[in-house]
């Protein structure tokens, strides 16, 4: 191999091993904050299990000044100067018992800062793209509305494909072509309603009362605050939290949005909602209507 090569070698390795640094760069400030506060706190200690000697000290000196009686050769300009001096010397050793917990202490609050304000600024990053992806997203179903419909909007959004469906009446079965999802989940903020839910319940006209109750509380928690997190659905609802949870949802009065929360009984696949609804379903895809990246928007 030559040097060159050997060079550039190191070159990237020694690059990759920056940027890994940078990448954990928070970790890595926090952790090193987190011990420096410890150890603040044990070096402040044992500096003040020597406080005692140095208080002791400066006392027998300033005793010893003040019983000094004043003469030709030590007046009270000489006795304020002892003193000037004994108590410049106290402070100087408090400086030096105190100084590196201090020192410890100013830099673990640093790196502390640190860890945050570079966890701030990728959250900031993170959330402005993902409010560009967001906003080409629906800017993309617009087109698709404007030249498709909204059929076929629904159709590309979640999926849909034909399935046949026969249902017994009484006049013999019926059959029937439906749209429904030909994947597992209508969309990325879709969530099953089943059985694993410990808020279902075993009789079906419960489920729908349910849903349609939260739904309502969801609202008005919208009016009245103002702005609604997707997370906050799914702990009313008692699904597991997402991360893109914690920055998507809704805004009241937004020109953008719908301006009401919609749990999309019917988004997708309307048949089936409606048969959970009539209490034939047990369980129901709920597909939130979230208005996209509201974090930067509150």
């Known amino acids: 191999m030559s040097l060159v090569n050997i060079k550039n070698a190191l070159t990237s390795r020694a690059a990759m091993s920056l940027l890994k640094v940078s990448k954990h760069s928070p970790t890595i400030l926090f952790v090193a904050g987190a011990i420096g506060v410890a150890a603040t706190v ?20 300033l005793e010893l000044i003040n ?22 010397q106290a ?8 100084g590196p917990a201090l020192v410890v202490g100013v830099a673990s609050i640093a790196a502390l800062t640190g860890s945050h304000i570079i966890l701030r600024r990728r959250n900031i990053a993170l959330t402005a793209a993902y409010a560009v992806l967001d906003k080409g997203f629906n800017e993309y179903r617009r087109r698709v509305t404007e030249k498709y419909g909204v059929v ?66 969801a609202n008005d928690l919208l009016r009245s605050r103002g702005h609604l997190f ?11 939290r997402s991360k893109e949870g914690a920055v998507v949802g809704w805004l009241n009065n937004n020109p953008d949005g719908d301006g009401y929360v919609d749990f999309g009984v019917f ?5 089936m ?18 208005d996209g990246v509201i974090y930067d928007l509150i």
């Open 42 to 61: 044990v070096l402040a200690c044992r500096a003040t299990l020597k406080v005692e000697d140095v208080v002791e000290e400066t006392g027998n000196n």
């Open 67 to 88: 019983m000094t009686p004043e003469s030709e050769d030590y007046t009270s300009t000489d006795r304020s100067r002892d003193k000037a001096m004994v108590y410049g």
């Open 91 to 98: 402070a100087g050793h408090f400086a030096l018992l105190y």
């Open 152 to 217: 076929e909007d629904q159709t590309m959004r979640h999926g849909l494909v034909d399935k046949t469906i026969v249902e017994e009446t009484p006049t013999g079965p019926v059959t029937r072509i439906v749209k429904a999802p030909g994947s597992d989940a209508p969309s990325i903020y879709a969530r099953l309603f089943d059985e694993g839910n410990r808020n279902w319940n075993r009789h079906p006209s419960y489920n729908p009362v349910f849903l349609n109750c939260q739904q309502n509380y």
């Open 230 to 240: 997707l997370n906050e659905v799914y702990d009313m609802l008692g699904m597991e």
């Open 267 to 271: 988004a997708g696949d309307a048949y």
């Open 273 to 290: 909602g409606q048969l959970f609804v009539n209490g034939d379903e047990k369980s129901v895809w709920l597909d939130f209507n979230v």
